[in-house]
């Protein structure tokens, strides 16, 4: 699997699952141009990774809540690397905070799906105009997307339930135009997300009950991106893929 040639847009690149797909890109080839919004110092650190290793890459900083900002980001690749992008990874997304439902508000609900939901429907639709037959649309959604998440998490699964979705659809509707869409649902995977989000103590009874008795790794994840991203799955499309050590199955 190579990717010589080829642009990757990694939303969200900078750090945890977003950094090993930029690096695990970079090292097939891509020239990778990763977004960040608020963590500058895991954005470079990445972009120094990969340029040290013979890449190519640049660094955006750009809100994906917003679409003129979606557009720019789109701008600063095809500057960079050509007009053509060839990949993109919808990864940037969080769950925010836990709340129940009696502690959300209107305002909190919609941030979350913005976040999460609306970025990817706009980052699409900003890319595809410029994406070829044989591009890869990959969508980071999650195992709470399937499941309805943890405690306090109602918002953000409806958000990574709805991005599954989207992928559907997306798959449909550009299909003919030769450009695949695919979306990945992690379970418990060791990054800063379940640091701050996830007691050590439910992810030991997690990991426990985990047929492979673990948690898995941003590396994992970025491995079977970099697999959708490449022609040796150009037959697969509309598929969201559990990538969870066995917990739950689709």
Same mark, same amino acid.
């Given at each position: ?6 642009? /990757?847009?990694?939303?969200? +690149? @900078?750090?945890? !699952?977003?950094? #090993? ?7 097939? %080839? ?92 706009m980052m699409?639709?900003?890319?595809? /105009?410029?994406?070829?037959? +044989? @591009?890869?649309? !990959?969508?980071? #959604?999650?195992?709470?997307?399937r499941d309805?998440? %943890? ?100």
């Amino acid at each position: 699997m190579e990717l010589t040639g080829k642009t /990757a847009i990694v939303t969200g +690149g @900078g750090r945890d !699952i977003g950094r #090993a797909i930029s690096i695990k890109l970079a090292s097939m %080839g891509a020239n990778v141009v990763l977004n960040y919004y608020n963590t500058p110092t895991d954005a470079e650190d990445t972009l120094q990774t990969i340029l040290s290793n013979g890449r190519k890459a640049i660094a955006v900083r750009a809100d994906l809540t917003q679409w003129d900002e979606c557009l720019r980001l789109t701008d600063e690749a095809r500057k960079a690397f050509g007009d053509a992008i060839h990949i993109l990874v919808n990864n940037a997304g969080g769950l925010v905070a836990r709340k129940t439902l009696c502690d959300m508000d209107e305002q909190f609900w919609d941030f979350v799906m913005d976040l999460n939901l609306k970025s990817t429907f706009m980052m699409h639709k900003a890319v595809v /105009a410029h994406m070829p037959a +044989g @591009g890869s649309i !990959i969508n980071i #959604a999650s195992q709470a997307g399937r499941d309805g998440g %943890g405690g306090g998490a109602s918002a953000y699964a409806a958000s990574k339930g709805a991005v599954m979705s989207f992928t559907r659809a997306m798959a449909k509707e550009l299909g003919p135009q030769g450009i695949r869409v695919n979306a990945l649902c992690p379970g418990l995977i060791a990054t800063s997300f379940h640091d701050t989000f996830t007691p050590d103590d439910v992810r030991e009874i997690v990991a426990s009950r985990t047929p492979l008795r673990r948690e898995g790794t941003a590396e994992e994840v970025a491995n079977l991106v970099g697999c959708l991203a490449s022609s040796e799955t150009s037959f697969v499309t509309g598929a969201n893929f559990d990538i969870n050590g066995g917990l739950a199955f689709s």
